[in-house]
């Protein structure tokens, strides 16, 4: 027997009122049916649907085999999924769309399916009809109901089946939030260093930068030798006569000259 991971087994077993009321073909034959929950179910109802405690579509359909099929029955509901709380949905199976509106042949094998926003919530549920059920969609009518006999005494657990096929994976579920960064561990030793790559192409050259400052000056360098004389230069305009100098200081007296000749007698 294949592993449910929602833990659901149904018993067939529809309920028609109390006492006289029941024989009452008008009254709406319903099925109790509840869903569990696996684990990835909670990851995806609250991180990707953001379902928490408020009413969702979830649609509940039958079919007549384990996997893939024909769908015979389907109805659509609004409830509030608690999946923190309740880890489950409860529910009646045909309250709001009828099998009879569907013609259901429940003689057949039937498996229950339940989509919540359009995905399916772990495999499929088995039907299992109960020998005790109080109406079949063949019967010709109900009779008055005796009263209820003693409780038998539990039966002896039968024997373990053999173990079925392991299932298939479950859809991956979403990441969940990143964890507290762990201590830094010590510093590892310094690996060998790695043979020299294969040097690159040479970038693009670089805008020029600004100029740096201007460095100390240097010592005094040995005197060069003197440069060839030049061609001699245009004269220049002649320049405006200076004011006159101060007086020079008297010479000192010459010598006294010769003695003239004598003059003619006078008559």
């Excluded at 085999?65 to 309740?86: L, N, Y």
């Excluded at 991956?172 to 762990?182: D, F, L, S």
């Excluded at 805008?207 to 100390?216: F, K, M, R």
């Excluded at 061609?231 to 010479?251: E, F, K």
């Amino acid at each position: 027997m294949k592993m449910r991971l929602s833990c659901a087994v149904l018993s067939l077993a529809f309920i028609l009122g109390a006492f006289g009321a029941w024989a009452d073909e008008s009254v709406q034959q319903v099925i109790p049916y509840v869903k569990k929950f696996r684990p990835q179910d909670h990851v995806i109802l609250k991180y990707k649907f953001k379902i928490l405690d408020k009413p969702t579509d979830v649609t509940f359909s039958l079919w007549d085999a384990e996997s893939d099929g024909t769908q015979v029955w389907s109805e659509e509901k609004s409830i509030v999924i608690r999946p923190f709380i309740h880890h489950e949905i409860k529910t009646q199976l045909g309250d709001t769309v009828s099998f009879e509106s569907a013609s259901v042949d429940f003689a057949k094998q039937l498996w229950v399916q339940v989509d919540v926003n359009g995905l399916q919530l772990g495999s499929r549920d088995k039907l299992v009809v109960a020998a005790y059920s109080l109406w079949s969609a063949n019967g010709g009518g109900a009779g008055i109901p005796g009263p209820a006999g003693a409780v038998g005494a539990t039966g002896a657990t039968g024997p373990t089946g053999p173990k079925g096929d392991k299932g298939d994976n479950g859809t991956q579920g979403i990441q969940g939030p990143a964890g507290v960064a762990g201590a830094i561990g010590p510093t590892g030793e310094t690996g060998p260093t790695g043979p020299q790559g294969i040097p690159g192409i040479d970038g693009v050259a670089g805008a020029i930068g600004p100029a740096g400052e201007i460095g100390p000056t240097g010592p005094k360098g040995d005197k060069g030798d003197n440069g060839t004389a030049g061609p001699q230069g245009i004269q220049g305009v002649v320049g405006a006569t200076g004011s006159t100098g101060p007086t020079g200081d008297t010479g000192l007296t010459g010598a006294t000259g010769s003695t003239g000749p004598t003059g003619d007698t006078g008559l």
